[in-house]
C-alpha cells in the first residue's frame, strides 16, 4: 500500500489538541504515509524543520504535500482559517476527505460549509468521541 495521507488540525488555535492529533497520527500510519506528520511536532510550523521558514515556504510545501496525497484526514474541531483554506483545496484537487469533529467533547458547532459538504462518498463527516476514531479510521480507510 502506498497511501499518502494529509492528515491536518489547527495548530496555532488548537495547541491543547496536539496530543490527540499525534494519536492521530499514529494511528494513520496503519493506513499509509503521513504527509504532514511532522507539522504537529512543532509548536510553531515556522520550526517544522528546526529552523525558520517563512510562511510562503510553509504555504508552497503544505499545497505540495496536498497535490502528492491520495486522501485528506482533518480535525476540525478547533476552528482554524488555515484548516478550512486546505480542505478547499484538497475539494478542488478532488481528494477523498474525512473531517473529525468532537461534538460530544466541546460546546463549539460545526461550520456549515463542512457540515453541508458531506456527500457520503468524497467529502464524510464524522461527530466523534475521542476514543472512538480509531473505528471510524478503519471503516473510512476500508471503504476507499
Known sequence: MNRKIYFCGSIRAGCQDRELYLRIIEKLHTYGQVLTE??????DPLLETGKVR??????????TWLEE???VVAEVTQPSLGVGYEIGRAVNMNKKILCLFRSADTDKHLSCMIQG???DSTFIVKHY????????LKE?????
Do not use: G, W
Not at 517563512?54 to 499545497?63: L, T
Not at 468521541?129 to 471510524?136: H, L, M, T
Not at 473510512?140 to 476507499?144: A, K, P, T, V
Open 69 to 71: 496525497c491520495n486522501v
Open 117 to 119: 459538504a458531506h456527500n
Open 54 to 63: 517563512s510562511s510562503e515556504e510553509i504555504h508552497e510545501n503544505y499545497v
Open 140 to 144: 473510512f480507510f476500508d471503504q476507499l
Open 38 to 43: 511532522n507539522v504537529f511536532h512543532y509548536e
Open 129 to 136: 468521541k475521542e476514543e472512538e476514531f480509531p473505528a471510524i
